[in-house]
């Protein structure tokens, strides 16, 4: 069970967007998956909080890329 199925009001009146980096130590390109956007610098750190646990990585950022099709 994915966590968008187990906890579906997480993610109510947010969308996914990604980021397109260069990762200066690799020289490589890296995708970031960005949800949002939160109402402040806290909500989305708590969002953060409570999916770490899920071991999802999640440091909370501008809102911010190239909007993604949900499936």
């Known amino acids: 069970m994915s966590l968008r199925t187990a906890h579906p009001q997480l993610f109510e009146g ?26 402040n610098a806290e909500t989305a750190a708590q969002f953060c909080d409570f999916v770490v646990p899920f071991h999802v990585n999640c440091q909370p950022a501008m809102f911010d890329g190239s909007r993604l099709a949900l499936q």
């Open 14 to 39: 947010i969308q996914p967007v990604v980021s397109v980096k260069q990762n200066p130590r690799t020289g490589r390109t890296e995708l970031h998956l960005i949800v949002g956007p939160y109402a």
